[in-house]
């Protein structure tokens, strides 16, 4: 196990985490250097100051592929370098995931490459299918974990996916929508992400994956954008809205 490293921003005794999948990153692959320097920014968070797109791409699991045995999720993220930045790990139980799939409740730990645990996603047990709006979904975003920095809540829509991204303070400050009528076949699926005002600011892009991994593994790609100049809160809140969209929408 690698032992937890002082940089500058963090402090020496931060416990480090040990459930960290060495195995899904080689060696031969490279991290983003952590920027320094920046104030009132959560530990951890500081590589979202220096980005204005975020990688996503998820992991097949050979289980999964020959069983059909749903395993815990594990995905990198990245920056459009191709540097690591994250690695997301979900943290689940195997009867919860296979009886409840998509709609399960979930914690997704997001992990820096000092094996540190930078952001907390939970998502509670929800209805996934629910034509009134008493059981819409939500997302509590922690950083450090803990802190709460932010929400992702669902508003009641019968045509158009919607979502709240919301800060500490519960105040609305973007929306997450899905243009209608946007969807094509074995295409990239796009969800906007407006400000307040209606403004268009960046989005959320499932990338189409050929037809041989759609069908046969879960081995999704996704591309996040926003303003560089958007707060890093705002920023880790639209990351975690992006594990809630894959697996509301495509059977994370």
């Known amino acids: 196990m690698q032992k937890n490293r002082d940089y500058e921003g963090v402090p020496q005794d931060a416990p480090p985490i040990v459930r960290q999948p060495r195995a899904l990153i080689s060696p031969q ?9 920046m104030p009132n920014c ?3 968070l500081e590589y979202l ?3 204005d797109q975020l990688l996503i791409k998820r992991q097949a699991d ?3 592929v020959f069983f ?3 395993m815990k999720n594990k995905s990198k993220i990245k920056n459009s370098s191709g540097e690591n930045v994250y690695l997301a790990v979900e943290d689940t139980h195997c009867m919860t995931r296979n009886l409840c799939g998509s709609c399960r409740p979930f914690d997704i730990q997001i992990l820096d490459n000092f094996q540190n645990e930078v952001l907390h996603i939970n998502r509670p047990l929800r209805c996934e299918y629910c034509c009134f709006p008493c059981c819409l979904q939500t997302l509590e975003v922690s950083s450090p974990p803990g802190t709460v920095i ?16 919301k800060n500490s ?18 295409a990239n699926v796009e969800f906007d992400i407006l400000a307040m005002n209606g403004d268009k600011i960046g989005k959320i892009c499932k990338r189409w994956a050929g037809m041989e991994k759609e069908l046969f593994t879960d081995a999704d790609y996704y591309g996040v954008s926003f303003p560089i100049e958007l707060d890093v ?3 880790a809140v639209l990351l975690s809205a992006t594990f809630l969209i894959d697996m509301l929408h495509f059977g994370y």
């Open 68 to 70: 059909g045995c749903e």
């Open 42 to 44: 959560p530990t951890g």
């Open 169 to 186: 303070y519960g105040e609305n400050v973007l929306r997450v929508k899905r243009p209608r009528f946007a969807i094509k076949c074995c």
């Open 62 to 64: 050979l289980v999964e």
């Open 49 to 51: 100051t220096a980005v």
């Open 150 to 165: 932010g929400n992702v809540e669902q508003e009641w829509s019968l045509f158009t996916p919607t979502y709240l991204i």
């Open 29 to 37: 692959e490279t991290w983003m250097s952590i920027p320094i320097g």
């Open 233 to 235: 809160r705002m920023k």
